[in-house]
Nanobody, 124 residues
Framework: QVQLQESGGGSVQAGGSLRLSCAAS????????MVWFRQAPGKEREGVAA????????WYADSVKGRFTISRDNAKNTLYLQMNSLKPEDTGMYYC?????????????????WGQGTQVTVSS
């Protein structure tokens, strides 16, 4: 069965860094667009970064441009999100998701597979 397992979340102070990972199994990872979403308490889930299947293209939400970097290792079926210069407003549950068509920061209902999430908390 398809599994997406996030890891790497935690609590950091503002200005710190974290690296999230998402291990995929049960489908042909290398043919899927991968995306990181996040959801803060009381807010809608939002896409923050996306990467095409071949890693040639990336997309970022304006709120994270210049601070976050999405990458993938298709040999390891793993997706990453390097988060630098973290701010309290980056706090939330971070999810990875996969879709085979229409790569980019798409509405959440368009994604085929989801992980369970990893919590990121940034204190001021």
């Amino acid at each position: 069965q398809v599994q997406l397992q996030e890891s790497g979340g935690g609590s950091v102070q503002a200005g710190g860094s974290l690296r999230l990972s998402c291990a995929a199994s049960g489908y042909t990872y290398s043919t899927y667009c991968m995306v990181w979403f996040r959801q803060a308490p009381g807010k809608e889930r939002e896409g923050v970064a996306a990467i095409s299947a071949n890693a040639f293209r990336t997309w970022y939400a304006d709120s994270v441009k210049g601070r976050f970097t999405i990458s993938r290792d298709n040999a390891k079926n793993t997706l990453y999100l390097q988060m630098n210069s973290l701010k309290p407003e980056d706090t939330g549950m971070y999810y990875c998701a996969a879709v085979v068509f229409n790569c980019g920061l798409r509405p959440r209902q368009e994604y085929d597979y989801w992980g369970q999430g990893t919590q990121v908390t940034v204190s001021s």
